[in-house]
């Protein structure tokens, strides 16, 4: 019983893929399943913010479709300077994403220290929150996908929202119920090709290298 457990809960972490398509635009998100979600996401593991987490659910059609079209220039503009083309799941995502039934913007109660060790500490204690609520959400057939791209215009996004000074952005998650979605586990490197012992370069010792999946 503990083993299917384990693998129920294993299958849930592989699976939490981001979802751009296959979303129901019409069903409003129930409250009490965002409720649920974010009593999860509070219970993340937290350290120099404490409990300092705000989130905030949008959910009026014209804040929407302003948050929509800075996300999408910033995109756009993005792409552009990379010269590469849109991938056809981020077209669809700015496409439709002023209709999706709410955006959940994560957010901490102060700012990050100058210092790396104090930024790492800082949204070391927010983020966890915000991937806690992610999989909440893969739960309970909600699905998102987590975007940053706001950050870069967090004074336009405050101004559309009403955000405070001393608020910091994190991550937006757009969230919609899924329409037959297909999650699974992506294609990524195993652990062995990714992973050192007691020096950067080693390899694991030949005992702990595992066969065949």
Known sequence: MIEDDVLRFEHLLSTARSVRRNLDF????????????????????????????????VTDPAKKA?????????LVELMHERGLPLKPSHQALIDRLHEIPCMIFVCAVGVPPDTVSGQIGFYGSILPAAWSLMLAL??????????S????????????????????????????????????????APAEDVTFWDAWGNPPPIEQVRGDR
């Not at 302003?66 to 910033?74: P, Q, T």
């Not at 215009?153 to 994190?170: F, Y």
Request: hydrophobic fraction near 45%; include cysteine.
């Open 138 to 147: 893969r739960g309970r057939d909600i699905g998102t996908t987590w975007t």
């Open 149 to 188: 791209l706001l950050t870069g215009r967090s004074d336009a996004v405050a101004k559309i929202l009403g955000i405070p000074d001393g608020v910091t952005q994190t991550v937006m998650l757009p969230a919609a119920y899924t329409l037959n979605a297909v999650l699974k586990p992506a294609q990524r």
């Open 66 to 74: 302003a948050v929509a079209e800075l996300y999408s220039d910033i």
């Open 26 to 57: 019409d069903r409003p998100i129930d409250a009490r399943d965002l409720y649920a979600c974010i009593d999860v996401a509070v219970q993340a593991p937290t350290g120099l913010i404490g409990e300092g987490w705000r989130f905030l659910v």
